[in-house]
Structure formats: C-alpha cells, structure tokens
C-alpha cells in the first residue's frame, strides 16, 4: 500500500494527480478483507511497539493477561486487549507526571504539547511527536481532500487556537494541502462580527468549526447586514460535538450557507480528529478511515465488536502514532456502522448517521432514554426557532420532568398567539420524536448566550431536589 510503514514515513512532496478522488488509490479502495489482514499486522507492530516503551500497556496488558506475541487476529485483539478509558489516563499522569507512562519517544523529540480543558477533573498532557506532527498533517490533509479541497484553496479555521486539537490539526492539514491556511480562529469578544466581515472579503473555500459556532455565526453576519451565502463557502466541516451529521442541524447549516457539509472527528486524544469523516460522494455520515486509526463499534457492556447495523460505542486504536499511541481507547459515544458501498467508492465501514452523542450526555426521563443531540434536531426542523435553547431536567414529587426552554424568532414572540401556537408546535413535535410529554417556555430570541466552542444545553436540577428532600428528611429526624 501506498507508503504504509511504521512508524509511518510519508513524502511530503506526494502529492495525487489533480483529477484524482482518491489521496492513496490503494488504499482507499482496497477488498476490505485485504485491508483488515494489512490491519492486523500492522496492530501486531503497534502492540509490539508499546509494550516495549511504554510501562502502562506492559503493566495493563500483564493484568489482562495479554501479550502482543498472542496476537494472531483481529479476534485476538479484539476479545483479548482490554480498552483503555480516559480515567486510566488521568490516573497515569497523576502517577507519572506530565505525560505519563505510556509516553514512548523521549523528551526531545516532543514537539507539541495540547490537552483537554481540565474542567472536570484532571486535565490530560498530549505530547506529540515531530514525526506524529508530520502523519497528522498527512492524514488531515488525505481526508479534506477527499471532502474536495484541493491545494490554493483558501481553508478559514474558526475554532479555538489552544490547548485544543480540533483548529491545530485542521490547521496542519490545510498547511500541508497547500492551501492557503486562514486561521482566524475563536473565542475574543466582538470576534464573530469580525469574522463575517472578514469571511465577506476574503470568500474561502473551505471552513472549519462547529455546529453551533457556525449556526451563531450565521446570525451575527446578518445583525451585521451580511448574507452568510455571499460568503461562499463551498465545504464546510465539523468537529467536537454532535450535529453535522444529524440531518436538521446539517440541513439548516447548508440551507444558512449554501455549503456542503462534513461531519467529521473522534477524540481529542485521537488526533488526528478526521479518522471519522465524510466524503465528497458521502458527506451524509462519516467513514471510518481505518487504515489512519483502527474502529471497532463495541458493546458497551461486554466491549467486544458488534455486527454491522447495530448501535455501539467507538473504540480507536491509533495506527501511525508513536508519541503516545493510543490502543483500544474507550470513546464514550454512541453510533451506528454499516459495511456497504459508499458513493465515493471507499471501502471503509460507515457511520450513516454520524455520532448521536455521548453515552454519558444521556439520560433518562419516565423509562425512554433521551439524547439531546434529537431535541437539537427537532428544533432545527421547526421554522420559527430562534437558534438556542436549555433541556432542564427536573423532579417533581417522584417523577422526572422535561423542560424545554427555546428561543423563537422575532416576529413570533412579538405575538402572543403566534407563541402559544410554537409552543403547542414544539410539544407536539418533541413528543412524536420523545415519546414523551414535555414542558415548553418560549423565550425571546438571543435570551440565552451563545458560544464559540461547544454548545452545553443540558441542565440537569434533579440534584437539587435529592439535596432539599435529603435536608427535609434530615429535619424530620
């Protein structure tokens, strides 16, 4: 295959013929079952590879009772190797400050350090190495060309220059696309109206951000008298939170921008991000680009792969990292994959409907479990919602309750028919999506604050109830 090495070795003057759809030909179009016995050796020397660099896979594989030598298939390593969780990590790097113990190049040859936010519980270190930099650049700029973009487009990257991945490793991708990189990043007041001004002049070809950012960033141009279609933008992707992918949220972006929209990412630890990402061909969904990092969609309970056409959480295994290879990481979603033809002519497993959201961003409300990433949707579809809104879960006596706090448009919340008329229209249409009955209350538009990074919705009150009746019980002791 088309310079498939590891630790992997790309020229960086490759670059396809200019009509080509495809980065690596081979590669991208192989049988699956020739890829998947590529895949195992190269799991065979990645698995090697860690055990004799890095202690926490040594100590965690001999628990497990695990050896790389015992690894003979996919099988193996998929009913043998135990997942690593985001907890094992923490715990690694508090032991082992600052990058932990399953760091496996030395200290001079780290070249990026980035990492998570740290607001809850302890931040994670990501040490990257100068030759991972090169590969995450490779893969990143693979994969946007497959979206379409082509060196000498202009490439706007409208996410948080920080610790975060997302905008480095777009950035790294358009750099080596050789497109021209626009990096105007998120995050400083007064930046949104700035931007619309500056994406007004410029018209880029491509953008990079969030869901949400992109949604806000489309009214604010308007507040400033521009039409988000002047831009015109051709390709727009996503990362960091669910919504590109699902088909209100994606509809209204394309409708906002006249763009086509690609739902793309993973984990921050999984960098490069795009390993799930659409196409061209199939920009509705991700593709699992499985010789950049290895998916499996597993059972939650057992972590063993599920077949094809079921619901699962991604478990990623980094193919081309050697700074701190991730093996087997436990994402914490929720998707579904298919193994069909793709339009594009890949022959990778597909996500069809994206990543719903997170196991752990579920919850529960009289028996039906409820993902917000479906209320974001349902209210997308809606054509009098404001752009914003808060899911309250509250308890009242002993049940669970729904409240749904969304914005209406202008003209809607002036009249007062027109704002019982979308609040009966909210209701019915969250209980056919539900199938439950939830509490509305309509707000003016831009009553709730807006964000340049990921949408937090969820506010869930039912601890204050456990606290108050708690306290009740205590003063009738």
Request: aromatic residues 10%.
């Amino acid at each position: 295959m088309e310079q498939w090495s590891f630790p992997p070795r790309y020229d960086e003057d490759y670059f396809p013929p200019a009509g080509s759809r495809y980065w690596f030909p081979v590669r991208e179009t192989m049988p699956a079952a020739e890829r998947e016995r590529a895949i195992l050796m190269r799991l065979q020397d990645v698995c090697r590879y860690a055990y004799e660099h890095a202690p926490f896979y040594r100590r965690k594989w001999e628990e497990a009772g695990f050896h790389p030598r015992q690894l003979n298939s996919l099988e193996d390593f998929e009913t043998r190797v135990p997942v690593v969780k985001k907890t094992d990590l923490r715990a690694s790097q508090s032991a082992h400050p600052p990058f932990g113990d399953y760091v496996c190049v030395p200290d001079d040859e780290i070249f990026h350090i980035h990492g998570t936010s740290g607001t809850t519980g302890r931040p994670t270190a990501f040490a990257i190495g100068r030759s991972d930099w090169r590969a995450i650049a490779n893969a990143h700029a693979r994969i946007m060309w497959g979206m379409g973009m082509r060196p000498g487009d202009m490439i706007c990257i409208a996410a948080i220059f920080s610790l975060y991945l997302g905008s480095w490793g777009a950035l790294a991708g358009a750099e080596r696309l050789r497109a021209k990189a626009f990096p105007f990043g998120a995050g400083a007041p007064g930046m949104s109206a700035r931007l619309a001004q500056w994406l007004h002049t410029m018209k880029p070809a491509g953008f990079y951000g969030t869901p949400s950012y992109a949604i806000h960033l489309a009214e604010v141009a308007r507040e400033e008298k521009l039409n988000p279609r002047d831009f015109r933008i051709k390709y727009m992707f996503f990362s960091g939170e669910p919504g590109a992918s699902v088909p209100g949220v994606r509809d209204r972006i394309e409708d906002l921008y006249g763009a086509r929209v690609f739902d793309c990412g993973s984990m921050a630890e999984m960098s490069p991000f795009m390993n799930v990402a659409g196409t061209a061909e199939t920009h509705h969904g991700m593709l699992c680009w499985q010789d950049v990092v290895y998916t499996e969609v597993c059972d939650p309970a057992t972590m063993t792969r599920v077949p094809y056409g079921q619901r699962g959480t991604p478990v990623y295994t980094h193919l081309e990292r050697t700074s701190q290879p991730m093996i087997r990481l436990l994402s914490g979603d929720l998707t579904l994959w298919v193994d069909e033809d793709n339009p594009c002519g890949r022959t990778y497993p597909r996500l069809p409907q994206g990543v719903f959201g997170r196991i752990d961003d579920m919850f529960t409300i009289r028996g039906e479990n409820i993902y917000p990433s479906e209320i974001d949707a349902a209210l997308n579809q809606l054509a009098h919602y404001g752009g914003e809104h808060r899911i309250v879960i509250t308890r009242e006596a002993a049940m669970d309750e729904l409240l749904l706090r969304v914005e209406a448009d202008d003209p809607t919340h002036r009249s007062p028919a027109a704002q019982a008329a979308f609040r009966d229209e909210v209701a019915r249409k969250l209980q056919t999506v539900l199938g439950i009955r939830t509490r509305v209350e309509v707000l003016a538009p831009h009553a709730l604050p807006r964000t340049d990074f990921k949408a937090r919705r969820v506010i869930d009150d039912r601890e204050v109830f456990r606290s108050l009746n708690a306290e009740l019980e205590r003063s009738r002791g």
